[in-house]
């Protein structure tokens, strides 16, 4: 058993598959491996949840909400809910009440709408890059998360829901609050309520304002909106808020930076990218695919359940790793651990699947594009990363780097 | 010709045989359909098939197992994702965008 010293206690981690183990945390991908073959379905005393780690298995659960259900929270922890007091949020429901809300900021999401948002995300993109590269000339080090890859998402969500400028980096801190990661599920719940807190506060507030003064931002619309004849609360708004910035603001800087690495290890495909833009779409995908910037989310089992001859007692969590998922063989073959742009991919697993499909998927592959189109026309191929000295997010969940050193060439 | 209308929106558009619903919402943004995966698994774009369902295409089995979700069958509920015209001149075909 592996163990890490956590205050004065000893955590014992579970050796085939505990999210919060450093090793794995570290490199999930032999322990994925290890699982898909030899324990598809796989029991973590310690935390008490069931895993699921091959491909069809999870696209199945994850598209049978009536069996799997979303309304425990979404971690494996079986009491996250009430530990972080957050606001009651579409994605921890089920259908119908789920889609009731979710349907209410679909129009938001949608591509027509989303391509709207494109003259601002290129101008944001096109500005950053340019400023990198002044950055660059004037010898200051650049990082590619804070000059690029952090503050596009943040501006993206901070424009949907209406938040000014000044106030936009108060997000960060609570996303990776929210989604941070250390030796105990315990500790990072503290930092989680923390996050919760302050998200709570400020938008509390920018409830208030727009129902007193409404804007045609998100927050207006909702305060605006009706369900069957009621109108949101400002607590029901709230979880709202909470998904946009928890899914939607690191989790599009993770992937720049995990594709990023990808192109680092794949030069000959980096190459091809550069000199063929036509195949960014697709390579997203890859990138999304190969490298799940949410490495899994849990769901709660509404009856008895059983795979491969293991009982799975209703109101279990089955935690579903779609990173493992993504690159299972079964489904992707036998080249499922190595990058190939030009994959013909039909489902993969990193948004999701069923009625939580991620909702924001279509802005986060517009910004990724759009980082790409730019990035490849006015850096091209001079520039390297300084991989040693990147560090990566510690996080049982997402998977991503916080510091990517960047050197860009004159 | 199919004459697709849609509603609550009152938006109607006429239509070949062959052409997939999406295609013809994405052209009309005017038939307020929501729609999020394109790719049968959310069920965000199901539509309740008023009149008409004789020239939609046959429900594939991604399709019935996201419709099964909300308690639908494909000959009152179709995903507009997944969904074509197949046949019949003159036809009228009528979608409601479903409420829940």
Known sequence: MDTAALGEEQVEYDPIYDPFNPELIADPYPFYERLRDEHPVYYNERMDFYALSRYDDIFHALRKPQIFSSAQGLTPAKDEI????????????????????????????????VKELEPTIRQFVIDHVEAMK???????????VKAIASPLPTMVVANILGVPPEDREKFDPWSDGITSASADFALDIQQAIGAVQGLVTYFGAMCQARRAKPTGDMISKLTQAEIDGDTLTDWDILGFCFVMIAGGNDTTTNLIGNSMKFLHDYPDQHRELLQKPSLIPNAIEEFLR?????????????????????????????????????????????????????REIDRHLSFAQGPHFCIGAHVARLMVRTYFEEMGSRIGESFEIDWDRAERRQSAFTRGFTKIPIHIKA | MIRVRFEPSGFEVDAEPGEAIMDITDANPAAEVPYSCRAATCGTCRVEVVEGGEALSTADEFELEVLDIFGDTPDKV?????????????????????ED
Request: glycine share 8%; hydrophobic share 30%; with cysteine.
């Open chain 2, 78 to 98: 179709r995903l507009c994702c997944q969904t074509k015209l197949v046949g019949g001149s003159d036809t009228q075909v009528t979608l409601k965008v479903c």
């Open chain 1, 290 to 342: 190969i490298e799940s910037v949410v490495q899994g989310l849990s769901r709660t089992t509404t009856q008895d359940v059983e795979y491969y001859g293991t009982a799975i007692p209703a109101g279990s969590k089955v935690h579903n790793l779609y990173a493992s998922g993504n690159r299972d063989p079964r489904h992707w073959g036998d080249n499922a651990d190595e990058l190939d742009i030009h």
């Open chain 1, 82 to 113: 009430s530990q972080l007091g957050i606001p009651p949020t579409f994605i921890m429901m089920d259908p119908p009440d789920h889609t009731r809300l979710r349907r209410l900021i679909t129009k938001a999401f949608t591509p027509d709408t």
């Open chain 1, 134 to 144: 002044q950055k660059a000339a004037d010898g200051e080090e650049v990082d590619l």
